[in-house]
Structures are given as C-alpha cells and as structure tokens.
C-alpha cells in the first residue's frame, strides 16, 4: 500500500520552533505571551456581553448562556497560554543570562 500524503491547513516550520538566539527567544516568548493575555481579556469581555445579552434577551437566553460559557472557556485558555509563555520566556532569559 502506498503511503498517503497529508494535507494540513497551516504549514509550520519544521527545521526551528524557535529562533536560535536566546535573545530573539526571550523576545518571541514575550511576544506570544502578550497575545495569550490579549486574547483572555478579548474572550472574558465577550463573555461579560453574552451574560448581559442572556438577561436582555430572555428568548434565546439559552443561546447566550452557552455561547457565554465557551467565551469563558476560551479565556480560562488564553491566561493559560499565557502563563505557559511567561515561564518560558523566564527560562529562555535564564539562559541568555549563563
């Protein structure tokens, strides 16, 4: 049987995730941690306005109330994420700093 090609929509580099450069890494680190934090607070103040919608709109409260939880959800990820990037970005300045 011959071996089946797979085709993915996002093409990632697969020589480095990282740069090289402890100080390019540190900068990469920080940078993605910033848009962990950036999306937590977008998800979070969407989830504040689905809760408001749910009591404004008590015919499709349902709706609302689960779009509100996934909302929820998504930043309960993002803060994680983020909190994921701050570690790494203090490891990748440990070791600039050797």
């Known amino acids: 049987m011959a071996e089946e090609k797979h085709h993915h929509f996002f093409h990632h580099k697969e020589e480095e995730e990282t740069p090289s450069d402890p100080r390019k890494e540190e900068k990469h680190h920080k940078h993605l941690e910033q848009l962990g934090g950036l999306g937590a607070v977008a998800a979070g103040v969407y989830a504040l306005h ?12 349902h709706r609302h109330k689960i779009t509100e ?30």
Do not use: L, M, W, Y
């Open 69 to 98: 939880e996934i909302a929820a959800t998504v930043a309960v990820g993002s803060a994680g994420f983020a909190f994921h990037e701050h570690h790494e970005k203090k490891e990748a300045k440990k070791r600039d700093d050797q």
């Open 50 to 61: 689905e809760k408001h919608q749910a009591k404004k709109d008590p015919e499709n409260a």
